[in-house]
């Protein structure tokens, strides 16, 4: 399978109706609303300080490497099309089988906890 099987829709396509992005930059400002309170107030001083600045480059390191992965998934979330359902041809055991009903998975779950905490061998 390349990647051309899988086309994927353009920007317009994806993304219909900007309004949907107002949650995305409402939490694109509390990253750089909280990033920039830390490093302000927190980070800057310890670095000022010569008794704490070593720990402080430790602490501004960790922390910089840690907001640079959030950034990083939180763009991927955001941008990455999430895949499709396969095809009947592809993949024959994502087709729903109406002979089956529907599959109470939480429920069977729940009735295997129940009989395993009760002690009964499960089913």
Not at 26 to 55: C, N, Q, W
Request: charged share 20%.
């Amino acid at each position: 399978m390349s990647s051309d099987d899988f086309p994927t829709p353009g920007w317009e396509e994806r993304f219909p109706e900007p309004l949907k992005f107002l949650p995305v930059a409402f939490i694109v400002a509390m990253i750089v609303g909280l990033y920039s309170i830390y490093v302000t107030f927190h980070l800057k001083p310890r670095m000022e300080d010569p008794g704490s600045s070593g720990s402080a480059y430790f602490d501004a390191f960790i922390f910089h490497l840690v907001t640079f992965m959030l950034v990083f998934c939180y763009i991927l979330c955001v941008f990455v099309h999430p895949g499709t359902i396969p095809d009947k041809e592809e993949d024959p055991s994502w087709e729903y089988d109406e002979a089956e009903g529907p599959q109470p998975i939480a429920a069977d779950f729940l009735l295997n906890m129940q009989a395993w905490r009760a002690g009964e061998p499960s089913k």
